[in-house]
């Protein structure tokens, strides 16, 4: 038999194995991976949410840090630090918790979850005074070194999650 009179074709090679549709466990991979992404989204989102009260009363206490340094006014700096703890407080924890604290139970309400007591026994306590001095206007040297150490102690309370809040 004659090779050339053979009917014989080209050899046709199959066509490449294309990526789409993938196969199921790529489906179960992006399923897997699209809900964790949501997951995230999601955690992130709350605690943003739970942050916002924290992140208004820093922003509180920067301005009125600002003041301060503009004017030195003691007593109004106390004031403002006095009301801005009230209100931060009230909003992480049950309003019957907190509305009705005052003088040495509210510092060791404040004291709680700090390493150390900086409100109870520590430069906390002018808050108890100062607010109340009747002095408006720039204080004297000591009212100056307790209004140093009130802003550290309220920065670091503000800062510091109540023992309530850590999730």
Do not use: I, K
């Not at 004031?79 to 703890?85: D, G, I, P, Q, T």
């Not at 002018?126 to 009747?134: D, H, I, Q, S």
């Amino acid at each position: 038999m004659d090779p050339e009179a053979l009917p014989l074709r080209d050899l046709h090679l199959p066509e490449p194995v294309g990526w789409w549709p993938p196969a199921p466990g790529w489906w179960l991979l992006m399923a897997l991976a699209a809900g964790l992404v949501g997951w995230f989204l999601w955690r992130s989102l709350a605690a943003w949410r739970r942050s916002r009260p924290r992140r208004l009363a820093l922003a509180e206490f920067r301005r009125a840090a600002g003041d301060y340094a503009r004017n030195g006014d003691v007593t109004s700096l106390a004031r403002r630090l006095s009301a801005l703890l009230r209100r931060a407080m009230l909003a992480y924890a049950p309003r019957a918790q907190v509305a009705g604290l005052t003088g040495a139970d509210w510092l060791r309400y404040l004291d709680r979850g700090l390493p150390e007591p900086l409100f109870s026994a520590g430069p906390g306590r002018a808050l108890v005074r100062l607010p109340y001095c009747g002095r408006p206007g720039p204080g004297d040297g000591e009212d100056a070194a307790d209004a140093a150490g009130l802003m550290a102690a309220v920065r670091a309370r503000l800062q510091t999650p109540l023992p309530e809040e850590r999730r």
